[in-house]
């Protein structure tokens, strides 16, 4: 947990690399060297998770996320920063209401957690754009470079957001501790622009370490030296990669942190924490990709095989890419990540496996600094076995695996185990896909552990006495060694636990089942207790932060925050069920979530008592749905003449003019086209070019006659450029034009978001988006066009909000939603149908209740659905073309009385509306009144 106190340092020169002076009062210092990052001289394993603030558009949820995160033994937080979440426009900047990034790092700083802030300027992340707002698209300069145009609008946004994050660093007291540059920068580099955002972040006061994330191995540019190297050159590493229909299939990727920098820490920038769901598996098969048995194996591994002591896991909480954030070639709306927090805010079985080993890499210290040391070498080679050591305590670190990490055999041997206290022959498993790291010669508080081959969940002081938790899995055999000067007394409270003493060695031995309790007194060291318990019985502890020092508590499904106030803990903690709780804190009193529980005194010397479980959530029944048609090409207003004959994308159209939808300020969801010529009477076919991205699609009508739809083109990749994108041929009916009469063409494209700019070219993220060619063939008549679409901002939700669906312009997504709704028909036409509802929630006080929006029935392939909760778009159902039917709405867009509005978009003739569709209950727990 990060240091609160106030410590003043004030430092000569900035000059030492190794170095942030802290230079106001209430900052800290931070240093570093090879092994780790320091504040106020004391070594920190940086544990942290990654955020979207941007994904969630609800800034009390903020809080909830990171409280979870905190109570996952985390202790601190990636923030990416969105630069086109905040600027609709060149020069147009909004941090406020859900963009209120000063408001997210005080959240975190109450929090305890410190910051790694990471504000691009692009970012990937498989949002729009990788983050570039889409009218960089219209700049001639290339992106990601020291080009002049984008110079200057990067300039503009860095010199917004970084006086914020200086303000909340370290160094002034805040949790900002490093701040990272650019993303994944290895291809089509410029060594000066790398050096500028330097500069630019440093002119700002910006003084804590800079660092970089770098994708590939190679003679890729990784920063860690020459111009524009950083401080700490991080790396990436995803290394079960995103085919998540095959969680079992784990590759070959190595997964350990190369270290790039010999006078920095190692860094594991982005280490992979869920995965995106490529081929549309569901995330849930992404989270059993990424489960326990991956984390406990790669993680483990990593620590110990690479020495890293700064961790970035992406993703901590993935959230939504509500509005028109996604990317369209990797994502759909949900960005859940098969993280550990569901982007419905639920706690999985990957969280209990980052508290039990972020409890371990935060409790204990000798971790931050270690070196690589002989292994204790096993006597089956069928285990593999590397070790580190604390040069100065002697701490050893083991790793225990497989030697491949696929294996899944059950194989038990022992060590031979020269620790600091002596050479000891220790029993192991590794059954199936496991890893654990074991540890000799550790000052457990007030204890000396000799060696276990349980692992260390953590340890607090309470009372003048140690109580640790140790674990291992249900059924496997568990031994741990402790030194005494003479023989100490041994009660074993629970369980079954047989205790030798020899030789100033106290062994007890045991099988991790349940929760064995031993209490160990005497023998001139504070009393111990010892918790042993499985995987899942250790990890329903938690460990919070007190003004009177760490606490621990078991049971409920989640402890945020506790005090000690006098004889009491004041805990706030959420249940899922009726269960109890147990404290271990030096109180006698207990009260959670307000109210006083009934506790007793355990022989444990904790407190016990028990919790109700929450109350049932009743939501109601979406009714009395209302309709509104959109005219194809309707309203008057907002048409601009398409008129353009050259454009800032390198990929240049198919005809012209210019149709595309960036270069007339249209950049997000459906745009509008109408074009008008003189018919001829010959016309036989309209040929349409669009490109939309992945998912996307376009709709035609001529003289107000439908005459279908298309997919869109994607051409994600920028060579070789596909001549004929998103083609689509639709006859001319016959008799529809008459010769010299004006003939109307309208075409609907859907933009289903902006390329990333991974591969820094400039070139996929300036891939247009809108009509790329149009002829009418058997008329050689021009075609004057105009085009309409999204407004450049929504107000409070900001410029990813809404498209150019007429609907969108007027409001009707709003509350209230004007008039003109009628009773829905039967049969919708093709194109955009409007549908509204209300509803009131009448949710249980005290409780933390996630709420969705469940699409049942056969998914459709004629028709997609915009979802507008209360103004918000909360996303695309897009039936049969994504895996996604549930969506989440978080509360902050949910309020009592809501307004659900649902524009359709139909290919087809769309028979019953837009299908069944109901609320969901995703997550229901009693939090008590001061969540
Ligand atoms: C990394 C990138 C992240 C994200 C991730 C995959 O390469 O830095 O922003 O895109 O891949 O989810």
């Keep these: 947990m990060r240091a609160l106190g106030v410590v003043v340092v004030l430092l000569a020169s900035l000059l030492s690399p190794a170095a942030s002076p802290a230079t106001a009062s209430g900052g800290h210092e931070v240093t570093y060297d090879r092994h780790s990052l320091s504040v106020d001289g004391e070594r920190v394993v940086l544990w942290s998770g990654e955020f ?29 920063f969105h630069w086109g979440y905040h600027s609709p426009a060149p020069g147009s900047y909004d941090f406020t209401g859900v963009r209120d990034v000063d408001r997210l790092l005080r ?120 111009p524009g190297a950083v401080q700490i050159p991080g790396v990436d590493d995803y290394p079960v990669g995103f085919d998540c229909r095959a969680p079992d299939a784990w590759g070959q990727g190595a997964g350990v942190t190369r270290r790039l920098r010999d006078d920095g820490p190692v860094y594991a920038a982005e280490y992979q924490a869920g995965a995106i769901d490529l081929h549309d598996a569901g995330y849930d098969a992404c989270r059993d990709l990424t489960g326990p048995d991956f984390m406990k194996v790669f993680y483990k591994s990593n620590v110990i095989e690479s020495g890293a002591t700064m961790f970035g896991y992406y ?107 002596g050479r000891y022959r220790v029993p192991v498993r590794v059954n199936g896909r496991d890893a654990k790291v074991l540890v000799a010669g550790y000052d457990l508080g007030g204890q000396r552990l000799v060696w276990s081959n349980s692992e260390i969940l953590t340890h607090v002081e309470v009372s003048g006495r140690d109580v640790a938790v140790l674990y291992g899995r249900d059924g496997e055999q568990g031994s741990t060694v402790l030194r005494y000067a003479s023989e100490p007394t041994v009660r074993v409270l629970d369980g079954a636990v047989r205790a030798s003493y020899s030789g100033g060695d106290l062994r007890l031995d045991y099988t991790h089942s349940g929760l064995a309790r031993v209490l160990v007194s005497g023998a001139g060291r504070p009393p111990l207790l010892l918790l042993l318990g499985t995987d899942e019985t250790a990890a329903r502890f938690w460990r919070l932060d007190t003004g009177r020092g760490p606490v621990l508590v078991r049971g409920t499904s989640l402890a945020r925050s506790a005090a000690v106030v006098g004889d009491r803990l004041v805990l706030r903690a959420d249940t899922d069920r009726a269960d109890e709780v147990e404290v271990f804190a030096p109180v006698g009193r207990l009260s959670v979530g307000g109210r006083t529980v009934h506790v007793r005194r355990t022989a444990s010397g904790s407190l016990l008592g028990s919790l109700p479980g929450p109350e049932p959530v009743r939501l109601p029944e979406l009714t009395d749905w209302r309709h509104r048609a959109e005219p194809p090409g309707a309203g008057g207003s907002g048409w601009v003449t398409a008129d353009r004959t050259t454009t800032a994308s390198p990929i240049k159209p198919k005809t012209l003019p210019v149709l595309y939808s960036d270069d007339y300020g249209f950049h997000q969801g459906n745009t509008w086209y109408r074009g008008r010529f003189t018919a001829t009477g010959t016309e036989r076919v309209v040929s349409v070019n669009a490109i939309t991205g992945r998912r996307g699609q376009y709709l035609v009508w001529l003289n107000g006659r439908y005459l279908g739809s298309a ?15 998103g083609r689509g041929d639709f006859a001319v009916p016959e008799g529809l034009l008459t010769a010299g009469r004006q003939a109307t063409l309208t075409v609907l494209v859907g933009n289903m ?25 058997g008329s050689g008549a021009p075609i004057s066009w105009e085009v309409r679409g999204s407004r450049p901002n929504d107000g409070e939700r900001g410029p990813m909000n809404t498209g150019g669906l007429l ?37 249980p006080r005290g409780h933390d209740v996630s709420v969705g929006l469940r699409f049942e029935g056969e998914p459709p392939r004629d028709h997609r659905v915009l979802i507008f909760v209360n103004g918000w778009n909360m996303g695309q159902y897009l039936g049969g073309l994504s895996p996604q039917r549930d969506f989440v709405l978080p509360e902050g867009v949910l309020a009592e009385h809501n307004t659900l509005t649902f524009a359709v978009i139909a290919t087809e003739q769309l028979r019953g509306g837009p299908g069944p569709v109901r609320l969901v209950t995703l997550g229901n727990h009693r939090t008590g009144a001061d969540r």
């Design 807 to 843: 609907g969108e312009r007027e409001g009707w997504h709003l509350p209230g939603g004007g008039r003109g709704w009628s009773a829905p028909p039967a049969v919708a036409e093709p194109g955009v149908s409007w549908y509204r509802t209300e509803f009131r929630l009448d949710l």
């Design 107 to 226: 959240i975190a700083d109450e929090l305890g957690l410190y910051v790694v802030a990471r504000p691009g300027p692009y970012i990937n992340a498989e949002t729009s754009g990788g983050g570039f707002p889409a009218w960089l698209k219209d700049l001639d300069g290339r992106a990601r470079s020291s080009d002049p145009d984008y110079t200057a609008a990067y300039r503009d946004w860095l010199g917004r957001l970084n006086p914020i994050i200086a303000r909340h660093q370290v160094t002034r007291g805040g949790p900002v501790i490093a701040y990272n540059v650019e993303n994944e920068y290895a291809v089509n580099v410029d060594t000066a622009y790398m050096q500028d955002l330097q500069d630019q972040a440093r002119a700002a006061g910006i003084d804590v370490p800079i660092v970089h994330n770098n994708c590939c191995d190679g003679d890729l540019a990784n920063w860690s030296s020459g």
């Design 711 to 725: 997919a869109g083109g994607t051409e994600s990749d920028a060579e070789p450029v596909n001549p004929d994108p």
């Design 52 to 80: 979207h603030y941007f994904r969630l558009p609800s800034p009390r949820l903020w809080r909830d996320v990171l409280e979870k995160i905190r109570a996952a033994g985390f202790n601190g937080v990636s923030l990416y």
């Design 315 to 421: 993703m901590a909480y993935g959230g939504t890419s509500w509005g028109w954030l996604p990317q369209p070639n990797d994502v759909y709306t949900s960005y859940d990540y098969g993280a550990a927090i569901t982007e419905s805010r639920q706690l999985t079985p990957k969280y209990d496996e980052f508290k039990r080993q972020g409890y371990f890499t935060t409790t204990v210290a000798p971790l931050a600094k270690t070196d690589p040391a002989p292994a204790p070498v096993p006597a089956d080679p069928a285990v593999f076995t590397r070790a580190r050591s604390n040069p100065d305590t002697g701490t050893q670190f083991v790793l225990v695996r497989h030697p491949d990490r696929r294996t899944t055999a059950d194989v038990a041997t022992e060590l031979d185990w020269s620790t600091p206290d």
């Design 753 to 777: 978001g902006h390329n990333d700019d991974w591969t820094a070219d400039d070139v996929r993220h300036k891939q247009p988006r809108g009509l790329f060619g149009v002829v009418v063939q």
